[in-house]
């Protein structure tokens, strides 16, 4: 067994770097393992036992990809043919380092990243995030964070080889036309391919020997990353015991397997005991904590090293009350009986809607648009059943795995926005207009029975009478629209400005005109407020700014910095309409350390259903910290959830030792502060998280008016006056 135990790190490797998805390296790496046990009569005793293994592995995904049970198993056909057709000259070669060589290295190499680096490392490989996932985050778009992931795997490539002494046949990234070529890398690695990226990875690798190389070579990093940051060695062994025992009469098959192979006269190599396999669970699981310790290097404000396995924290079930889902717009809705009102609040429930449509926002930033008649299910905060009636659904990243079920069938998001039909006869078309989804035919108990990946522009029928899913024509008119979504203007009484301006703010900005990227301060003397990106003024009658969405660098930043008071506290007051539920931020008080290090001591943000985080969904966060770091601090959270396309009024603020939260001119109890706190110069964000330039974004969508920073606290008559003097205007409405 101790033959098996030293290939199998090498092995999923190898397989890996042949373009087979992440998930399913282990289960090809199980098959190929099983066939060299019945094939032991053909190895030659006197070869490289690892070499024997991984051609056979190269045989099994060359003769199986094409199956239909495969398909879901490759990258690329392209790629993986090419890949094949590479490495096929070098079949014979043994490998000139251990794995655990390359670990070490690894390791040495991941101490040398900056802290923000490891920590997007340890989201994506330790925790199991979807770059969409880790966007959500850090407020950027999944393709940044698949940028940025591309980069990271190229610099620690880079490193390993220099610190193993190796040969290395550099790619100039920066020769014109590689943009679409990295961008089809950086989701191939990530296992989020578009329909025509594996053609055009295999022409680049065809022209480009080198970078052919760096393909095969990050494919193996990637693996690395993967055995080093989620060891998984006692669950591939005991599944494979549990294949051996029901194929191979296990125990007996795998001692004569040892036992031939150690005939042979095979060295087995010393591997350290955070790298030995184990049968026995106690020490596996000793093995999976040691290898965690050692691989993730320390240093300040990096993901967290333990020497004992840490308490899983499991968030606590949120149940909002008034639901999981807003009704933002009705268009001509006529329901069966007593239907839902614009701006409810929907829980599990049941909707018949004769004619008309309604559009949705879930509190996990999912849209969904119902288009009458329809008859359908709101089952919970990431599932709908519908039993007949037209469904449009745009899924955010961070949101994935939405699911529309139907009678015996089912459709899963991936990161789309998708269209779906359901007939009388329980027929389904679905249409995906960007990103992919799978859609399946249930059995009897809700399993699938068939499925199929439907990718962008595609279309599929799926007829759970016949159990078959086929392809279909692609037309876009048969399936609901996207909504249209008006945004209602903010009207003020004509004292608003005047009522402001007793206050006596420190900074009021109005957002009534721009004069060469900046909004001027109606406070005589004090600095403005200057545009980063595509930021624009909107509206009619009162006007004010708008950050549009895909557009993460958008933001204001104030001239100069500001100090907030210690004594006798501060007040950041604004309105804001946002289009839709996300993570993301309204305003910041940061405090520049250095270029790029930029720590928050104020924050303002809305937050979004998230199953990594502790935040009640659809929120809006009021943080304060001292002293101001990357983490941690003290929060308020709004009792009562924002809606989409209506404007609300916020005010935080601190008053001596107490932070204090309003939302629509009601408050909620007060949350003490350390008297030991102090105040530091900022710089002042508004629609960002961090200052232009850091990846760090999480933007907001939406419109923000009536901006005022103050050197003291509102009284709460104040803020009520100021609420009372603003009319939200109408909702949206078809």
Known sequence: MEQVQCEQSRLRGSIRALGVRAEAVDDIAQETLLIALTKLEEFDRGSDFGVWVRQIARRLVANERRKEKRRNLILSDHVTDFILELRAERANRGDPLEREDELTALRQCLAELPNSSRELLHQRYFEDLSPGAIGSRLGLTSNQVRQILLRLRRELLGCIERRLGLEMAWVDVSRPGRDPIDMALARFLDGESEPNDGEVLTEAMRLDGRFADEVCRLLEVDDLLRQGGMPDDRAFLEALELRLHAERKGGEFLQEFERRVRRGGTSVPRWRSWLAWTIAAATAAVLAIGLTVWLWPHGRREAPIVTEPPPRVVPPP??????????????????????????????????????GRVTLAFLSGVMLTVEGPADLDLEAIDRVFCRRGK??????????????????????????????????DGKVRVMVFQGQAEAAVLDESGSPERNRWVSQSRALE?????????????????FVPPPVLATPPLVLDASYRAAVLDARPTGYWRFESMDGGAVSNEVDGRPPLRATGPVRLAGDGNRSVAFGPDKP???????????????????????????????????????????????????LELTVKDRQSLFPPASVRFLHRWPPELWGGDNLFSPDHYVPYRWHHVVAQTRGDQMELYLDGATLPSLSLSSERATEACQFLVGRLKPPGNWESRPFVGRIDELALYDRPLSAEEVRRHYGLGTPGDRPSG
């Open 318 to 355: 949120v149940a909002p009350a008034g639901g999981f889902a807003v009704v933002v717009q009705l268009v001509r809705a006529e329901w069966e009986g007593r239907g839902p009102s614009q701006g409810d609040f929907l829980s599990a429930r049941r909707l018949v809607l004769r004619s």
């Open 391 to 424: 469904i449009r659904a745009r899924v955010p990243e961070g949101a994935e795995g939405f699911v529309v079920t139907g009678p015996r069938s089912a459709v899963v998001d991936l990161g789309t926005e998708f269209g779906l039909n359901v007939e009388a």
């Open 462 to 478: 799926i007829d759970p009478q016949l159990s078959q899913i086929e392809d279909a024509a692609a037309r876009s008119e048969g």
């Open 553 to 603: 660098e958008q933001c204001l930043v104030m001239d100069g910095t500001w100090a907030p008071p210690r004594d006798p506290g501060y007040a950041v007051e604004l309105w804001f309409l946002p289009e839709r539920i996300s993570h993301a931020a309204l305003a910041g008080l940061v405090v520049p350390r250095a270029p790029g290090d930029y720590n928050h001591l104020f924050l």
